[in-house]
């Protein structure tokens, strides 16, 4: 019997060992920045407020901070060739464990704003002028939040990640194909690699990462810019569908790729509960910033380009109204 105790137990010590060390080598490939206290990142009466996520000034509504964490998330064309690219995808994931939801704000990056210490500018551009910590203080600013952690992503990890999970299935509309094949093909071009292939005709198709990445980068066919952000929002519910259905080791294997693969300042044992969820049950919800009917489509002279450019200017306190209305929990 003491035997069989003692075969346990050395099971379970070396089960254990082989954990840690494979923790270890998943967190030494993810590029860890500094954190970011509410200060540094522009937030405004902390001690004040009982929001997690939302500063209590917007419309005194309240958003539960019991386990819901915010996080900005930056998707990055780091082949453009700038040491600090500007970000081409802007998001907020809200995840709150307590109601098992999901919840991801698109926010446009043509939205014009008032960059500390550069003056108009577009949204995108504060990542490239400050990164992550100058982006985040501006989205703080004009949505009235208090995000302090963020990720980035370079948009070749998004190829990965679609690949690992053995691709998507999207329907192309007939108005997306010219778009859809030039953005392939400039993706074959650039990134190399055996390539993706193009389309002839509208349909649903099973997508591989290149497809995808080219599908999610559409912007001249449709609505614009405001389209493209609703591909990108379609394409997340259809990998989160997918992902909620992988066996483990698929999973596991998709956590490998996603970490070695980002930069973030969120903590490792923070990311480890994360990445440990079990979102089987949980709901993906949607929204986009500006909201229907809160902004203007109009042209700005930005200085530092010397240039009048096509921007969106928003109603900020409406917006700010709507996006706490998306965001608290029940």
């Known amino acids: 019997m003491r035997k069989v105790f003692t075969g346990i137990l050395i099971s379970v010590g070396v089960a254990t060992l082989v954990g840690i060390i494979y923790l270890n080598y998943l967190f030494s490939k993810i590029k860890f920045t500094n954190t970011f206290s509410p200060e540094d990142v522009g937030v405004q009466n902390t001690q004040n407020s009982k929001i997690y996520g939302v500063t209590s000034e917007i419309d005194k509504r309240k958003i539960s901070n019991s ?63 400050g990164g992550p910590k100058l982006a985040i203080t501006v989205l703080n600013k004009i949505l009235g939040l208090s995000i302090t952690k963020y990720v980035s992503i370079d948009f070749k990890t ?39 292939e193009t389309i002839q005709e509208p349909g649903v198709y099973r997508l591989n990462g290149r497809q995808a990445l080219a599908y999610a980068r559409i912007r001249y066919a449709g609505n ?9 929002r379609y394409l997340l519910s259809k990998i989160f569908e997918k992902v909620k259905t992988l066996p483990i080791d698929k999973k ?12 973030t300042n969120i903590r490792p044992s923070e990311l480890l509960s994360l990445a440990l969820i079990n979102i089987t049950n949980y709901k993906l919800e949607t929204f986009r910033i500006p909201v229907s009917g809160f902004f203007e489509e109009t042209t700005e002279f930005i200085e530092r380009e010397n240039t009048n450019l096509w921007v969106l200017k928003i109603d900020i306190e409406k917006n700010k109204q709507e996006l706490v209305k998306f965001l608290k929990t029940r």
């Open 252 to 263: 596991m294997y998709l956590i490998e790729i996603i970490f070695e693969n980002i930069e």
């Open 224 to 232: 614009g810019d405001f389209e493209r952000t609703s591909r990108q």
């Open 67 to 129: 386990q819901q964490l915010m996080v900005a998330v930056f998707g990055v064309d780091k082949r453009i060739g700038y040491e600090i690219p500007r970000s081409d995808t802007i998001m907020i994931v809200a995840l709150d464990q307590k109601n098992k939801t999901i919840k991801i704000v698109s926010v446009m990056r043509d939205i014009l704003v008032e960059i500390p210490n550069y003056g108009k500018e577009k949204l995108n551009s504060a990542y490239a002028l």
């Open 158 to 196: 998004f190829e990965k990640i679609v690949d690992s999970i053995g691709g998507v299935d999207v329907e192309i509309k007939d108005y997306e194909v010219e778009q859809f094949n030039i953005s392939t093909r400039e993706l074959n071009r650039v990134n190399g690699g055996v390539p993706a």
